[in-house]
Structures are given as C-alpha cells and as structure tokens.
C-alpha cells in the first residue's frame, strides 16, 4: 500500500491477503472518508502491476462514479461490451472494474451488474465500494467478497496529521469534530482552521440541541449571510455523510432535504434570518 494513505493495519492485512488470492469481485465498506476509492485504485494497481496515480489512465480499468448522486443503467450495461475486449498478455488479472459508491445504483443498475457477477469474466476483478452496503441487493452482497475498511486508530490518525505539519490542537478537535475520518479531518484541518471547527460546532449542537436551543444559536452566532451560508453548506454535509453510513435514513433525508432547500433559498437571496428559522424548525 501507498505509505503516505492513512489506514487502519487490519485492514493493510486484509488487502495484503486479497491481493495474494483475488476473488472475481470485492466490496470494501466502511464510514464515508475512510478512503475506500483510494484504496480501491491501489489494488487495481498492485493486481496490474501499474502505479496507482495510473490505474484510471489504463486501457482496461472502467471506473464508474456517480452523476447527480445516482449511478444509472446505461455505464453499467456499457460493461458487457468491456468486458467483451481481448486483453492481451497471460496475466490472472488483466482487467479491473471500480464502482464507486456502488449503493447509488438504480435498481435497474444492480440488476444489470448481478447478470455481470453470476457469470464473471475470465481475468477480470470487480471493486465496488460502499459505506452503506445495505443498500445493494442482497444477491449482490452474496457474490462479492466483504472487505471491512476500518477507521484508523485515533493516536494513528493524530501523528499522521502532525507529520503533515497542522498544530496539535488542531489535529485533536479536527479528529474529535470529524469522528475520525480522514477525509474529513483533512477537510476541516484545510479550511481556515478556527472558522471550520467553530461551523462543524453549530451544526452539531443544533442537531443534538431541541428546538428553543437551535433558534437561540440564530441571534446568537448566525447573524451575517456568510455565517448562515457557512452553516447550511456544513449541514449539508454532515447530513450527506450520515445518510450514506447511518440506518435511518428517514431522519437524514429529511435533514438533507431541509438544508438542501434552505441552501437554494439563501442563494436566491432569500431573508437569512427567516431561512434559517425555517430550518431549525425542521430539525
């Protein structure tokens, strides 16, 4: 693996011993920021014997993202067609398939992939990533081998963070903040550090807060369109992260959808106070 990727020894472990015996098709789970894509290419790479800032570039690797938060049918029927290529030399595996937040497939999609994984192509693996798994078919979850990507350790996570030169102070309440996803302390740790840790803070105590609690956080902390702004776009995200990793997806879609509107409604200039109010009633 990349020695600069922060991950968890386990799973080092455990990729070390799928690269040795590669099934047909894998599926890495874990949290949202956990660096699953990343982590994927890398094994595209070891399995090819290319470098992994290479892997996309290669004739036979398909990496399939999602468009507007959903993967459609068409990129996955696109695959019968690329797996119907002649790849030449004598290696196990010659080609690679990477799907990305595979749970974002339509139903049609999935469909489509489980005739793929029933009949697997010669010298071919397919990596999907997902940090909501239950969310596939439970005919795909039966063909594909589960490897757990594990948030590293927190005292891991912090010297990682420290070597890339951030204050300690910092590094803690970013890791604190962000639950321990590196992607996300690495966000937090790049925005204007004080502001984002201070923004991420609001959001949490008016998720955590009741409803008195989160209209006072309005006069008291929100007070300019560019603070109000800074809020909804980390609801947003917070919400978005939660849907993907959390069980009820009720609660979160509804929390999504309210930031989602309230980030159209101070675009368009709307009444910040008036928006904001709207939104922590919803909550």
């Known amino acids: 693996m990349d020695p600069d990727l922060l991950v968890h020894p386990e799973t080092v472990a455990a990729l070390a011993r799928y690269i040795s015996n590669p099934t047909h098709a894998v599926l890495l789970t874990g949290t949202v920021g956990v660096g699953k894509t990343h982590l994927a290419i890398e094994l595209v790479g070891k399995l090819l014997g290319v470098p992994s800032n290479k892997v996309t570039g290669q004739a036979f690797v398909r990496l399939i993202t999602p468009e507007k938060g959903v993967i459609a049918i068409k990129p996955i029927r696109d ?119 201070a923004v991420y803070g609001l959001v949490k105590r008016a998720l955590t807060g009741d409803k008195f609690s989160r209209l006072t956080i309005i006069d008291s902390d929100l007070k300019d369109k560019e603070q109000a702004a800074q809020f909804v776009d980390t609801l947003v995200l917070v919400a978005s992260m939660s849907l993907r990793q959390s069980e009820n997806t009720v609660q979160w879609q509804r929390i999504l959808t309210s930031g989602i509107i309230a980030q159209k409604a101070l675009a368009q200039r709307g009444h910040t106070k008036l928006v904001l109010t709207e939104l922590m009633l919803e909550l």
């Open 79 to 197: 695959l019968v067609s690329f797996v119907s290529l002649v790849v030449p030399g004598e290696k196990s595996v010659s080609r690679a398939i990477v799907i990305v937040d595979a749970e974002t497939m339509s139903r049609q999609a999935q469909n489509a992939l489980l005739k793929l994984l029933e009949e697997p192509p010669e010298r071919t693996v397919l990596i999907l990533t997902s940090s909501a798994p239950g969310k596939l078919l439970a005919t795909i979850r039966s063909r594909v081998q589960i490897l757990r990507v594990r948030l590293p350790e927190p005292e891991d996570t912090k010297k990682y963070f420290l070597t890339k030169g951030f204050d300690t102070a910092h590094v803690e309440q970013a890791i604190l903040l962000g639950g321990g996803s590196p992607s996300v302390v690495n966000q937090l740790l790049e925005e204007s550090a004080s502001e984002g840790f």
